[in-house]
Structure formats: structure tokens, C-alpha cells
């Protein structure tokens, strides 16, 4: 099965589609990794650029993708959280080849979990270690214990996998554990 027959199978033939946030600092691979589960039928909804801050919307015969940067600029965190509410589910994307950026990265990940439309909801959260064919990137193991997440008693699941964005490696694991935990907090 594909990367994008995963998801299809989410709903069946029903229209409830499912709404993902895929967030991540800037070149962690987001872009590559939604371009990876787009389909002929995916379309690009819109881009919506405001001053330094820029939102992607994809929509799959099962999904809603939101996609945007947490760049780290606390003055937008305002805006990415209107997009809270409904997800349903997140992908956080970190460049484990960058690891001085995923200090940050761990920043940014507490803000959204402390955010009281995440906080109070048990959504899924799906972290990809991106770029792991790069040297001496760190493994899934090492990204999860910079970002703490183990000691963190996060009230969602969650569940972290090494993936290489341009091949498409270790995507499918994280997509078909995604689509199970949809699929459970749906029916
Ligand atoms: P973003 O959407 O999070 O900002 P992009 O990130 O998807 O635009 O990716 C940023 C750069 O990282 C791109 O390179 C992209 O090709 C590269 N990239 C994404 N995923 C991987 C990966 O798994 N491994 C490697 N080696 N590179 C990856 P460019 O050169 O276009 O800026």
C-alpha cells in the first residue's frame, strides 16, 4: 500500500476527511514530506502568505493538511495556534541534522503542548526525525531525548520515526500509525 493509500483508507468512501498540522521550524523537510503523500487528486487549496508568516493547505480524499513554519518568532504563535482547534492530529517535523536547532525545535514543541486547545484534547502527535541519510544526524532515540519527551507526561500519543523525506523512507511507518490513532479517536 502507498504513502497516500494509507490515509485513503482512513474514512472509507465517507467524506469525513481529517485535520492534520504538519509544523516544524523552517527546512526541516515539511514541504518534502506533504509532497510525498500528495496524490493526483491532492490539490493545493491556497497559500496564504501574511507579513512573514505563510500557511499551506492541501486537501487528500481523506485529509486536510495544514502546513506552516514554527519559525521560532514567538509574535506569530498567536496565528499558528487559530489552527489548533480543529487538528485532529500533528505531524512535527525535526531536522535531526540540525542539532542545534532542535533545542529550539523542543522549545517550540513545549509551547504547543502546553496550549490549552492542545492540553485538554488527547490528539496524536507524529514526529519525524527528518534527514536521517545525513552524517552523523541524530537517531529517532537521541531527537526524543533532546526534546524530553519521555518526562514530559504529554496527555497525548505519540510516536517518533527516523525518515529520510526524499525517498520516502520510514514515512510510511509514522503515516500508518497516524492513520490508526485517526481512526480510533473517529469511529
Ligand atoms: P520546510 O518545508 O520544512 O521548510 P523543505 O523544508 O521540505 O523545503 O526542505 C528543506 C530542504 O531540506 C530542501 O533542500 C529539501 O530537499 C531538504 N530535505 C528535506 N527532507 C530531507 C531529507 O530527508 N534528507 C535530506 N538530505 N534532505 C532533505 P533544498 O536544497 O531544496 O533547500
Known sequence: MGLFDVF???????????????????NSGKSTIINQLKSPETKMEDVVPTVGFTVEKFTSPSVHFTVFDM??????????????????????VIDSSDKLRVVVAKSELEELLNHPDIKARSIPI?????????????????????????????????????SNALTGEGLHEGIEWLTDQLKNSNR
Open 71 to 92: 519559525s521560532g518568532q514567538g509574535r506569530y504563535r498567536d496565528l499558528w495556534a487559530h489552527y489548533y482547534k480543529d487538528a485532529q492530529g500533528i505531524i512535527f
Open 8 to 26: 485513503k483508507s482512513l474514512f472509507g468512501s465517507s467524506k469525513k476527511k481529517a485535520h492534520v498540522l504538519c509544523v516544524g521550524l523552517d
Open 126 to 162: 507524529l514526529f519525524f526525525a527528518n534527514k536521517m541519510d545525513v552524517r552523523d544526524s541524530l537517531s529517532s532515540v537521541q531527537c526524543c531525548k533532546l526534546l524530553e519527551m519521555e518526562s514530559k507526561n504529554a496527555n497525548c500519543p505519540w510516536h517518533i520515526c527516523a
